[in-house]
């Protein structure tokens, strides 16, 4: 059993920027390909980035130059630093293990999904 803890979110001005964890725990023998995805109310939930357990990493458009995903394997940990967010960014922000190549930003995830975290950008 794998579980998924994302933390970090919170509410920010236009512009500002937020820092995304989540760590990955349980059965798990290492942490391969992780995507961070968002749902804002009434939408699907949407892949933001990927990255493969060797660094290569995918985004967006949406945030492509805005975001950052990064990865630390021996913490079992995968970040979204987010900058210059907009208020369209506005959703609760969910990590997974999905598709293991990022090029087409599958929205395929294979573990349960953990609870999220929420981000607000708001004036």
């Known amino acids: 059993q794998v579980q998924l803890v994302e933390s970090g979110g919170g509410l920010v001005q236009p512009g500002e920027s937020l820092r995304l964890s989540c760590v990955v725990s349980g059965s798990a023998s290492s942490i391969s390909t992780m995507y961070w995805y968002r749902q804002a109310p009434g939408n699907q939930r949407e892949v933001v980035a990927g990255i493969t357990s060797g660094g290569i990493t995918n985004y967006a458009d949406s945030v492509k130059g805005r975001f950052t995903i990064s990865r630390d394997n021996v913490e079992r940990t995968v970040y979204l630093q987010m900058s210059s967010l907009k208020p369209e960014d506005t959703a609760a922000y969910y990590c997974?293990?999905?598709?293991?190549?990022?090029?087409?930003?599958?929205?395929?995830?294979?573990?349960?999904w953990g609870q999220g975290t929420q981000v607000t950008v708001s004036s």
């Open positions: 997974n293990r999905g598709a293991t190549d990022v090029r087409n930003l599958s929205p395929l995830a294979i573990y349960s």
